[in-house]
Nanobody
Framework: QVQLVESAGGLVQPGGSLRLSCVAS????????MGWYRQVAGKERELVAS???????KYADSVKGRFTISRDSGQNTLYLQMNNLKPEDTAVYYC????????????????WGKGTQVTVSS
């Protein structure tokens, strides 16, 4: 089992920045990729960004150029740097960990954090 704990989100003005972090513990050896999803009430959860153990990243089109996903060298802390935030980025953000296909780098989450609220509003 893998446990994931996200940092607190918060309220940010449009155009502002916020960095989320997530610490993984437990069976770290079983993690082949990590990522961030987000969900707005009444809508499906969507992938924001993912990163494989090899450092290959993928982003949703809506956040490309504004968000950056990274992991520390020990591989147990995940980050999401969010810049130029927009009101439509308002959501609950979930850290996750799971499997990444070595051929396609597609990411499949198995473990989830509890989520943290990010609100972008003036």
């Amino acid at each position: 089992q893998v446990q994931l704990v996200e940092s607190a989100g918060g309220l940010v003005q449009p155009g502002g920045s916020l960095r989320l972090s997530c610490v993984a513990s437990g069976s770290i050896w079983s993690i082949f990729g990590m990522g961030w999803y987000r969900q707005v009430a009444g809508k499906e959860r969507e992938l924001v960004a993912s990163i494989t153990n090899g450092g290959i990243t993928k982003y949703a089109d809506s956040v490309k150029g504004r968000f950056t996903i990274s992991r520390d060298s020990g591989q147990n802390t995940l980050y999401l740097q969010m810049n130029n935030l927009k009101p439509e980025d308002t959501a609950v953000y979930y850290c996750n960990a799971g499997y990444a296909d070595p051929d396609t780098n597609d990411y499949y989450p198995n473990y989830w954090g509890k989520g943290t609220q990010v609100t972008v509003s003036s």
